[in-house]
């Protein structure tokens, strides 16, 4: 299995808060559209999740880093 490039890595802390609030709002959009049946893709809630992780880890990780 190939392994997902993470492109949060190079981001400071300000622009991966700012990604991290677009994707959560992208995923209530996208929970919102799924209770109504306008979801073309269910598994882009998956991705999306993922994505916040990934995100939190790496805010995390320069949190670490700098205490």
């Known amino acids: 299995?190939?392994?997902?490039?993470?492109?949060?890595?190079?981001?400071s802390t300000e622009e991966?808060?700012?990604?991290?609030?677009?994707?959560?709002?992208?995923l209530f959009n996208m929970r919102f559209q799924k209770s109504l049946q306008q979801l073309e893709h269910p598994m882009s809630i998956r991705?999306?999740?993922?994505?916040?992780?990934?995100?939190?880890?790496q805010i995390s990780a320069i949190n670490k880093r700098e205490s």
Do not use: C, P, W
């Open 1 to 11: 299995m190939a392994k997902k490039i993470n492109t949060y890595i190079d981001l």
């Open 16 to 26: 991966l808060n700012k990604a991290l609030q677009e994707k959560k709002e992208a």
């Open 47 to 57: 991705h999306a999740k993922k994505d916040i992780a990934r995100i939190k880890t």
